[in-house]
């Protein structure tokens, strides 16, 4: 297993578009967690998965953003009618479902909206 | 919240230990504490945690207050390579709850 994929790397787009983006965990990882990252401050949740399910969302994330994860394997993060403040590197994590247990992080997707 | 306080930013030289602190004061019996760290334009890169005991791995060593309270992440000899934003963060996991909360972390520079 090669660790945690996200596709695609940079993103550029007009405001308005909508994105999606894609993560591919480590299989074996029942947990799969989105977050949004901007320059100079640490990520912020958005969401999280157990399997299929998605379990928890943060208030940060408005109507415009949707996450799935069908069949419990990879998982897609969409965003419409982006903004300008939606700029920012999205990360997504797997892990198992307990604290006694790291995260391993992908190298992130960079968003950019002009 | 990130329930977590560390430094901004700390400077060491290169080949000497380096100790990174961390508060947690609000910590629960339940809550891990992780540590990430982070170069620029990469994801956080899992450095170690631990619950009550110190623990060691090959990357990084974590002393655990007996309190809980505060922990410190040592880095025995650091290189050039170490140079990042390093993330104290309690994992906690209660019910549907889960997620880790970041703050800004401590930028570690390091000096040849």
């Known amino acids: 297993d090669t660790g945690v994929s996200q596709d695609p790397r940079h993103k550029i787009t007009k405001r308005g578009q909508n994105v999606t983006f894609r993560c591919d965990p480590i299989s074996e990882h029942n947990r799969l967690y989105w977050y949004r990252q901007t320059l100079g401050q640490g990520p912020e949740f958005l969401t999280y998965f157990q399997n299929e399910a998605q379990l928890e969302k943060s208030r940060l994330l408005s109507d415009r953003f949707s996450a799935e994860r069908p069949k419990g394997s990879f998982s897609t993060l969409e965003i419409q009618r982006t903004e300008q403040g939606d700029s920012a590197m999205y990360l997504c994590a797997s892990s198992f479902g307990t604290s006694n247990y790291g995260y391993t992080f992908g190298s992130g997707t960079r968003l950019t909206v002009v | 919240d990130a329930k977590t306080t560390q430094p901004n930013s700390m400077e060491s030289n290169e080949e000497e230990p380096v100790h990174l602190p961390c508060n947690h004061s609000t910590i629960s019996g339940t809550d891990y504490i992780h540590w990430y760290r982070q170069l620029p334009s990469q994801g956080p890169e899992y450095v170690i945690h631990?619950?009550?005991s110190n623990v060691n791995n090959r990357m990084a060593s974590l002393a655990i207050a007996e309190d809980r309270k505060s922990s410190t992440l040592i880095l025995h000899r650091a290189t050039l390579r170490d140079a990042a934003v390093y993330y104290c963060?309690?994992?906690?996991?209660?019910?549907?709850?889960?997620?880790?909360?970041f703050g800004k972390g401590t930028h570690l520079i390091i000096q040849p």
């Open positions: 631990g619950l009550t």
């Open positions: 963060i309690r994992r906690y996991s209660g019910g549907g709850a889960d997620g880790l909360t």
